[in-house]
């Protein structure tokens, strides 16, 4: 009989073969859960007592800020010397803590404290394992791990005292490279003045300036000697003039025919004997037109008077060119003397005194511009000498004061706890993963025996 069945929906095959059954997950961990349980027990035990036995680490750290600061001392500013910053600042924070653990560092803590290091540190490289450093803003932490507590923090005060001098005089002497190469400069520049000196000494010694001026002294105060003697000379013919023009006026108002009498005879006689006189050595002749034993009958007339004027105005004129030449010839005015036809002896003189005096300022020139060199290089290597000097000083200065590029921001205080061996940690860790290895072996351990399992033949239903 057929029975009418209603509709249900149809699960494909797929999903019940995908679902997961969790009971046959739990029977496994219910059927081990014994040896799961003992596995985590056994491994949280032997962990804590492992650690019990383990030594006592302790860790104390000493602080160290970074705090660049630099003096500069300049005498100088001739030469300057500046050091280009390539380094960011963090770059440059993490050089800092990279210098923490440099060997050099390990090296002198080492020979240090060497009295209160363990056996088991032999040389640098035992002593920078117990060293780690650590930075946070601008302070770098130094750490030291020991088994003594009173060993770790002074171990990490000595390092950072070490640390500390290492920096400040890696980043702060700069100089010593600078002083020595200015020191041999120094040294040069000192020997450059010395020769120089030495040359301008000699040259002192023995040049003729002196000599050359006094020589071109001696044919100038000449030269204006004999200038001041054609002024006086011509002064002279000038106070002749007057006087001839004096008696000229007389005789021609002395009467109708024009001619003096005695006593304006008697007046030209002695002026024109002194003009005669006067003017001998310079080969002047003055006629003169009567004889001068008989003053009685003497007359002179306007005629007379008139040639010996004419005269003397002659003599003035030569005078006066004579005065232009020489002034001329004189250093003061600085132009040649020109060529007179007037007095060929005075011409010659003339020249002759040019030769010599451009001579002798030639060679005093010559004189001269040798002891300008010889003053001008010793002059400048004296001034070489006193900046590198003045910069020798200042080197000398800026390496006896002490940059700091690093400080002691806190010292090292004595653990109370240690932070090693941590025996609750570690029985939990050892615990736990034990418990969770022991839970993968039971499982690998089913999934085996289900898979022999399942190679055997399944049995043949009979039917009924």
Known sequence: MNQNIPNQPVVPATWMEDEIDLREYIAVLVKYWKWIVAAGVLAAVIAF?????LPRTYEASASVIILKSKTEVSFDPKIQTTTEDQLTPKGYQDTLVGLVKAGSVAETVLENQRDILPADVKNAADLLKKVDASSTGDIISITVSDVDPTRAAQLADAWADVYIKYVNQLYGNQTAPLLAEVESQAGDAEQSYKSAQAALENFLKENRIPALQREVAVRQDHAKKLLNDKYNILAQIDSWLDDAKSIRLHVASGGGEGNGGAGDAMAFFMLQRKALADSADVGYQLQLQV??????DMKVSVGDVDKLIDTLQQRRTEISQDIQLLEKALPETGA????????????SYI?????????LQSELEAQSAQKRELQQARDLAWSNLTTLQRKQAELQLSGQISDSQVRLAAGALIPDKPVSPKRLLNTAVAGALAFMLAVFAVFAIEYWREGDNSAEPEPTLKPQ
Not at 291 to 296: G, K, Q, R, Y
């Open 351 to 359: 020249a002759a005194l040019d030769a010599e005096v451009a001579a």
């Open 336 to 347: 040649p003397a020109s060529a007179s036809s007037v007095d060929t002896e005075l011409n």
């Open 49 to 53: 007592v492992v650690s019990s036995f």
């Open 291 to 296: 004889s001068p034993l008989d003053f009685s």
